[in-house]
């Protein structure tokens, strides 16, 4: 089965920038998606379609991928933007949700 | 809107059981699929499965022996049932919308969740 994985944590300063990565097997063959999911809260689509944006999430938010590795970046980040984050993709080959393990984004 | 409802405890072996309501107009749409999808105490997401509107139903093999999952369109609602429930099956439980078209899978919409504990 396909397999996403995540550090468990990443920790930035505000202002700056914040990489979170996801890696899986050839995951650039694949649509990935990321979440935001603050505490007490549901999960909210951050990024869909590898780096499309739904409306209302900011501009700061982008997603990329190359070989292995998607990564979602956050410039400038805000207080506001500590939550943790989760990749996901379709696995077509059985017809299933795959998500990462999440990662904790820290604020200092 | 999607809404979860059901019983907040569960006694151990017994069934556990979930009804997610859907407002709008999706629920019947040909680009939706509806899922439910669980978070342990501090863990991340574990997706359980996902049903059609026609019923057409995909199953997470960690779970496959002992989930049933079922649509009722009259109502717009879908469910989940968990047999043989212990207390690793104490989670929160999210009802989600879906989205699929040309290949790409996406939940746009999630419930708030619903914590069901399992214990005597």
């Known amino acids: 089965s396909y397999v996403l994985t995540q550090p468990p944590s990443v920790s930035v300063a505000p202002g700056n920038t914040a990489r979170i990565t996801c890696d899986g097997n050839n995951i650039e063959d694949k649509d990935v998606h990321w979440y935001q999911q603050k505490p007490g809260q549901a999960p909210v689509l951050v990024i869909y379609y590898d780096f499309d944006r739904p409306s209302g999430i900011p501009e700061r938010f982008s997603g990329s991928d190359s070989g292995n590795t998607a990564t979602l970046t956050i410039t400038s980040v805000e207080a506001g933007d500590e939550a943790d984050y989760y990749c996901q993709v379709w696995d077509g080959n059985s017809n299933r949700v795959v998500f990462g393990g999440g990662t904790k984004l820290t604020v200092l | 809107q999607l809404q979860e409802s059901g019983p907040g405890l569960v006694k151990p072996s017994e069934t556990l059981s979930l009804t997610c309501t859907v407002s709008g107009d999706s629920f019947t749409s040909h680009n939706y699929l509806w899922g439910w999808i669980r978070q342990t105490p501090g863990k991340g997401l574990e997706w359980l499965g996902t049903?059609?509107?026609?019923?057409?139903?995909d199953y997470s093999p960690s779970f496959q022996s002992r989930i049933t999952m079922s649509v009722d369109t009259s109502q717009s609602q879908f469910s989940l049932r968990l047999s043989s429930v212990t207390a690793a099956d104490t989670a929160v439980y999210f009802c989600?919308?879906?989205?699929?078209?040309?290949?790409?899978?996406?939940?746009?919409?999630w419930g708030q969740g619903t914590l069901v504990t399992v214990s005597s």
């Open positions: 049903v059609s509107y026609s019923g057409s139903i």
């Open positions: 989600a919308s879906l989205y699929f078209s040309s290949g790409l899978y996406y939940f746009d919409f």
